[in-house]
């Protein structure tokens, strides 16, 4: 009998291989399970980065009360006064141990008296006279040349009025005459007094001639635009 038993042991595990591997190989792989083919793997390379454009630079932003190109820029200076008498001499004095040589200018103070209309300076006496025969033919028969050496010698008065707004009437009938040339504003006279300009606003000027403006007290010291020499003599 275990003959017998050995026999159908021996039988059962043949069959049992048979049936293995019959099934292996009519068998398909489960899908997403599929054997690895080192052959086909193939690295992905890093993407790249897309190339950065190169913007054109915008032109500098030019600041608020800065000039436009081709447009003269004013000059700052101090000013300092007023001066007479003794004391005009004494601060002169002062300022000439500075040696400042041309950027200092002496010259008349002034003070308001009205308003007036007039045409802007001219060169010479002789373009003052062609302007005051040019308004005679549009019909303005008052003028007058300013002819003492100031800053508006050789300007061209039209009139004086005690208002701003008398004044400004005043330019608009000129100018439904067909005269552009006008303008109207604040009239200066000078007066017996002097003050000192000084063509340097540098902190280290400034600090000089505050430490100075203690020995005369009363005069102001201040920023102004420069103003240009005074013609004398054409």
């Given at each position: 009998?275990?003959?017998?038993?050995a026999i159908l042991?021996?039988?059962?595990?043949?069959?049992?291989?048979?049936?293995?591997?019959?099934?292996?190989?009519?068998?398909?792989?489960?899908?997403?399970?599929?054997?690895?083919?080192?052959?086909?793997?193939?690295?992905?390379?890093?993407?790249q980065k897309a190339?950065?454009?190169?913007?054109?630079?915008?032109?500098?932003?030019?600041?608020?009360?800065?000039?436009?190109?081709?447009?003269?820029?004013?000059?700052?200076?101090?000013?300092?006064?007023?001066?007479?008498?003794?004391?005009?001499?004494?601060?002169?004095?002062?300022?000439?141990?500075?040696?400042?040589?041309?950027?200092?200018?002496?010259?008349?103070?002034?003070?308001?008296?009205?308003?007036?209309?007039?045409?802007?300076?001219?060169?010479?006496?002789?373009?003052?006279?062609?302007?005051?025969?040019?308004?005679?033919?549009?019909?303005?028969?008052?003028?007058?040349?300013?002819?003492?050496?100031?800053?508006?010698?050789?300007?061209?008065?039209?009139?004086?009025?005690?208002?701003?707004?008398?004044?400004?009437?005043?330019?608009?009938?000129?100018?439904?005459?067909?005269?552009?040339?006008?303008?109207?504003?604040?009239?200066?006279?000078?007066?017996?007094?002097?003050?000192?300009?000084?063509?340097d606003s540098g902190?280290?000027?400034?600090?000089?001639?505050?430490?100075?403006?203690?020995?005369?007290?009363?005069?102001?010291?201040?920023?102004?635009?420069?103003?240009?020499?005074?013609?004398?003599?054409?």
């Open positions: 009998m275990k003959w017998i038993f042991l021996v039988i059962n595990i043949l069959f049992f291989t048979v049936m293995q591997l019959g099934s292996s190989q009519g068998r398909e792989p489960m899908r997403g399970h599929e054997p690895v083919k080192a052959e086909k793997i193939k690295l992905l390379a890093e993407p190339p950065e454009l190169a913007l054109p630079m915008s032109e500098p932003l030019v600041k608020s009360g800065d000039s436009a190109p081709g447009e003269a820029k004013s000059e700052i200076c101090l000013e300092w006064g007023q001066f007479y008498g003794d004391t005009l001499k004494r601060v002169a004095q002062a300022l000439e141990k500075l040696q400042l040589g041309e950027k200092l200018i002496q010259r008349k103070a002034e003070k308001s008296g009205g308003y007036w209309v007039y045409v802007t300076p001219r060169n010479t006496m002789q373009e003052a006279q062609k302007k005051v025969d040019e308004l005679k033919r549009l019909g303005v028969q008052e003028s007058y040349v300013v002819r003492e050496p100031s800053e508006m010698q050789y300007a061209i008065s039209l009139g004086i009025f005690s208002t701003a707004e008398a004044a400004a009437k005043y330019l608009d009938r000129l100018r439904e005459k067909g005269v552009k040339s006008a303008v109207s504003g604040p009239r200066t006279q000078e007066i017996d007094a002097a003050v000192f300009q000084i063509k902190e280290s000027m400034t600090a000089q001639l505050t430490k100075l403006k203690l020995d005369f007290p009363g005069s102001e010291l201040k920023a102004v635009e420069c103003r240009k020499p005074v013609r004398v003599g054409q």
